[in-house]
């Protein structure tokens, strides 16, 4: 079966700019997750869809960012506007269902760098 | 902020040798899952175990789990070239659905 897909896989912007990710999930499965990645670090979820339904995103910096899941597939995490501390890989993530006794597989992320 | 944290942050082995890698955590859980993640690429689950496992196998890999010291290790037996890797684990924080991965350890493997 096709991993998850995301693009782009780079982007460079300058501060201040918008920038948008987007994520195709496994087919089939109803969870998707947005983490960011700092260098040297494990991943830190931003927020997680149960189909359509936002059902955490209590990590998400909603001053400047945003995400959508309208049809409860594919996803786009957006910054708006993007500061230097930006600077990072954001993963996206799908499962079969909301339990956590399933694997996550990611996808290979978008590196971002803000100048 | 990460719940769990990689002991030790980097490893380096020399092949044919194991590797262990110790994972700490704050809360309790439901599970426990190590991930590997290859330079530049995302992350691969390798292995889950439950709250009520002491221990699992899977191929080379042997995890332990200690809910008492909130604690789990992972065990590579005859590292190649190929497992050099950083290594995460994640916790789902009991009662909710959110994972939490750990600062990850840092494994290179000499052939």
């Known amino acids: 079966e096709a991993g998850v897909v995301q693009s782009p896989r780079y982007k460079i912007i300058e501060k201040k700019q918008p920038v948008a990710f987007w994520c195709n999930p496994i087919?089939?499965?109803?969870?998707l997750y947005w983490y960011r990645q700092n260098l040297g670090q494990g991943p830190e979820l931003l927020i997680r869809?149960?189909?359509?339904?936002?059902?955490?995103d209590s990590q998400l910096p909603k001053d400047r960012f945003s995400a959508e899941r309208l049809k409860g597939v594919d996803s786009t995490l957006k910054i708006q506007p993007a500061e230097l501390g930006d600077s990072a890989v954001y993963l996206c993530?799908?499962?079969?269902?909301?339990?956590?006794?399933?694997?996550?597989?990611f996808g290979p992320g978008t590196r971002l760098t803000v100048l | 902020s990460q719940q769990g944290e990689e002991d030790p942050q980097a490893l380096s082995i020399q092949e044919g040798e194991n590797a262990t890698m110790n994972c700490s955590y704050k809360t309790s859980i439901n599970n426990l899952q190590w991930y590997r993640q290859n330079s530049g690429r995302g992350l691969v689950h390798l292995i889950l175990?439950?709250?009520?496992?002491r221990e699992k196998h899977s191929g080379r890999l042997r995890v332990t789990l200690d809910t008492s010291k909130k604690s789990s290790s992972l065990l590579i037996t005859a590292s190649r070239a190929a497992d050099t890797a950083s290594y995460f684990c994640?916790?789902?924080?009991?009662?909710?659905?959110?994972?939490?991965f750990g600062t990850g350890t840092r494994l290179k493997v000499l052939a």
């Open positions: 175990i439950r709250s009520n496992e």
């Open positions: 869809y149960e189909n359509e339904e936002a059902v955490d």
């Open positions: 993530a799908s499962s079969r269902s909301g339990t956590t006794y399933n694997e996550q597989f």
């Open positions: 087919s089939g499965h109803n969870t």
């Open positions: 994640a916790t789902d924080v009991e009662g909710t659905y959110k994972y939490i």
